[in-house]
């Protein structure tokens, strides 16, 4: 079993920066896959980006150049770096994990945080 547990967000300005942190419980958190989602109101839930346990990363196309995900393994923490805020960024970001590769499909992770709002004023 795994628990997550996000932190970070909040409202910024746009052109603004945030960095989310997803906590992880778990012996085993290096072999997860650990990806960023995102769901504005009204909407469905988006990949934002992906870590796998090599440290290969993923990006969505509308976050490359503005967003980085890493993750410390020995903290069991995953972060996501935001630059560049603009007001479509606004969403609830969930971080998800999953024992294996990180994918763009939601259904298929085995865990989720409670998400945390992120809110860029314009």
């Known amino acids: 079993q795994v628990q997550l547990v996000e932190s970070g967000g909040g409202l910024v300005q746009a052109g603004g920066s945030l960095r989310l942190s997803c906590a992880a419980s778990?012996?085993?958190?290096?072999?997860?896959?650990m990806a960023w989602f995102r769901q504005p109101a009204g909407k469905t839930r988006e990949f934002v980006a992906g870590i796998n346990w090599s440290g290969t990363t993923y990006y969505a196309d509308s976050v490359k150049g503005r967003f980085t995900i890493s993750r410390d393994n020995a903290k069991n923490t995953v972060y996501l770096q935001m630059n560049n805020l603009s007001p479509a960024d606004t969403a609830v970001y969930y971080c998800?994990?999953?024992?294996?590769?990180?994918?763009?499909?939601?259904?298929?992770?085995?865990?989720w945080g409670q998400g945390t709002q992120v809110t860029v004023s314009s």
């Open positions: 778990g012996r085993t958190f290096s072999n997860y896959g």
């Open positions: 998800a994990a999953r024992r294996s590769f990180t994918t763009t499909t939601p259904q298929q992770y085995d865990y």
